[in-house]
Protein backbone atom coordinates (compact mmCIF):
# COMPACT_ATOMS: atom_id res chain seq x y z
CA UNK A 1 0.00 0.00 0.00
CA UNK A 2 2.85 2.33 0.62
CA UNK A 3 4.41 2.23 -2.97
CA UNK A 4 0.36 3.16 -4.21
CA UNK A 5 0.00 5.65 -2.11
CA UNK A 6 3.74 7.13 -2.51
CA UNK A 7 2.25 7.20 -6.68
CA UNK A 8 -0.50 9.22 -5.65
CA UNK A 9 1.14 11.69 -3.29
CA UNK A 10 4.20 14.07 -3.12
CA UNK A 11 4.40 13.28 0.63
CA UNK A 12 3.41 11.01 3.44
CA UNK A 13 3.44 11.74 7.36
CA UNK A 14 3.12 8.64 9.26
CA UNK A 15 2.27 9.82 13.07
CA UNK A 16 4.06 8.00 15.96
CA UNK A 17 2.49 9.58 18.93
CA UNK A 18 1.32 6.54 20.64
CA UNK A 19 3.83 4.50 18.84
CA UNK A 20 6.81 3.13 21.73
CA UNK A 21 8.69 0.55 19.55
CA UNK A 22 9.61 -0.27 16.09
CA UNK A 23 9.89 -3.78 14.68
CA UNK A 24 12.32 -5.30 12.02
CA UNK A 25 9.83 -5.59 9.63
CA UNK A 26 8.88 -2.15 9.58
CA UNK A 27 12.94 -0.52 9.45
CA UNK A 28 13.49 -3.31 6.30
CA UNK A 29 9.83 -1.78 5.22
CA UNK A 30 10.44 2.08 4.94
CA UNK A 31 14.11 2.24 4.43
CA UNK A 32 13.85 1.25 0.71
CA UNK A 33 10.51 3.42 0.65
CA UNK A 34 12.07 6.41 2.01
CA UNK A 35 15.10 5.59 -0.51
CA UNK A 36 12.90 5.19 -3.73
CA UNK A 37 10.79 8.17 -2.83
CA UNK A 38 13.84 10.57 -2.60
CA UNK A 39 14.84 8.93 -6.07
CA UNK A 40 11.64 10.36 -7.12
CA UNK A 41 11.69 13.77 -5.71
CA UNK A 42 9.07 12.68 -2.68
CA UNK A 43 9.33 12.42 1.02
CA UNK A 44 8.54 9.88 3.80
CA UNK A 45 7.98 11.99 7.05
CA UNK A 46 7.93 10.53 10.60
CA UNK A 47 5.99 12.81 13.46
CA UNK A 48 6.29 12.40 16.95
CA UNK A 49 8.68 9.64 16.97
CA UNK A 50 9.96 9.07 20.57
CA UNK A 51 13.89 9.24 21.59
CA UNK A 52 14.00 5.35 21.15
CA UNK A 53 12.12 4.83 17.64
CA UNK A 54 14.87 7.42 16.81
CA UNK A 55 17.84 5.74 18.09
CA UNK A 56 16.61 2.40 16.12
CA UNK A 57 16.28 4.57 12.93
CA UNK A 58 19.54 6.05 13.28
CA UNK A 59 21.27 2.52 13.93
CA UNK A 60 19.95 1.60 10.86
CA UNK A 61 20.68 4.32 8.62
CA UNK A 62 17.88 6.02 8.46
CA UNK A 63 18.26 9.96 7.94
CA UNK A 64 16.06 13.05 8.49
Same mark, same amino acid.
Given at each position: ? @?K? %? !???? $?? %???? +? *??????? @?? +? %?????????? $?? /?? &?? *?? *? !? /? $?? $? /?? %? /? *?Q !? +? @?? &? +???
Amino acid at each position: Q @LKE %I !LKKE $SE %IIME +F *KKVNRVD @LS +F %IQVIMPANSE $SL /KN &GK *KI *K !L /K $SV $S /KN %I /K *KQ !L +F @LS &G +FSE
